[in-house]
């Protein structure tokens, strides 16, 4: 028989979590699901380790539900790191391929950001979770065997760059995307770069909004146990 707690939230509720650095998407739902004490949890749509930000998660009936929140657009802030690369296009490895910035400028950067802007082709980027032959390819690509990824149709509404400093011998770059779901921003960071002739890769992201739902509305994983907790001991 299940408590009211559970009754709750197997009747369905949507949590929205200000995801922390370095955990992963699934160590969220972990956490909620065993504070709540039901199976069904669920996210809609994953943020990499290395990105922050809002996470929605939905509860017992309302993960059929998931898809629908998947589909919206979304919001992103951060920073790109011009003058390098890097082989996960992120954080994840270690910059190489530096080059020259001495020909970027803050009007350069926002010209090229305006060619990824609306209805483009984008390529995944290799360490990715896309499938290939049932696998993800970020196993094949650290495995070092052949990737082949199929290029995507996506839709950037908006590219801004809204500040342009230089780091010892790149250039950091913060941004303001808004673009439709499956857009990788990873890959926006290196096809800018790549665009420019100096290389990039991405250094930060947040998730500030899905559709409607703002991160401002968002609790910490924190908060939220604390505030299931106080459910707990009404409920008692």
């Not at 004490?37 to 809002?54: E, R, S, Y």
Request: with cysteine; hydrophobic share 35%.
């Amino acid at each position: 028989m299940l408590t009211p707690l559970q009754d709750f939230f197997s009747e369905g509720q949507v949590l929205l979590i200000d995801k922390p650095l370095e955990w992963t998407s699934h160590d969220v739902v972990a956490k909620i699901r065993n504070a709540i004490k039901i199976k069904k949890v669920g996210h809609a749509g994953t943020l990499d380790p290395l990105a922050t930000g809002l996470l929605i998660l939905c509860t017992g009936k309302f993960t059929k539900r998931i898809n629908e929140y998947m589909a919206q657009e979304k919001e992103y802030t951060g920073t790109i790191t011009l003058g390098a690369e890097t082989p996960t296009y992120d954080l994840e490895s270690v910059p190489e391929n530096f080059k020259s910035i001495d020909h970027i400028t803050l009007n350069v950067i926002k010209d090229a950001a305006l060619h990824f802007t609306g209805e483009i082709s984008q390529l995944p980027p290799k360490h990715s979770a896309v499938k290939q032959k049932g696998k993800p390819v970020y196993l094949l690509a650290r495995a070092g065997k052949e990737v082949v990824l199929e290029p995507r149709q996506i839709h950037i509404k908006h590219f801004d760059i809204l500040s342009c400093e230089p780091v010892q011998n790149t250039l950091l770059i913060s941004f303001r995307v808004v673009c439709s779901t499956g857009t990788y921003i990873r890959s926006l960071a290196h096809d800018i770069g790549q665009h420019l002739g100096c290389g990039g890769y991405l250094s930060s992201l947040r998730r500030t909004k899905i559709g409607e739902y703002h991160v401002e509305k968002a609790r910490s994983v924190e908060e939220t146990i604390s505030w299931i907790r106080e459910m707990i001991k009404k409920d008692n």
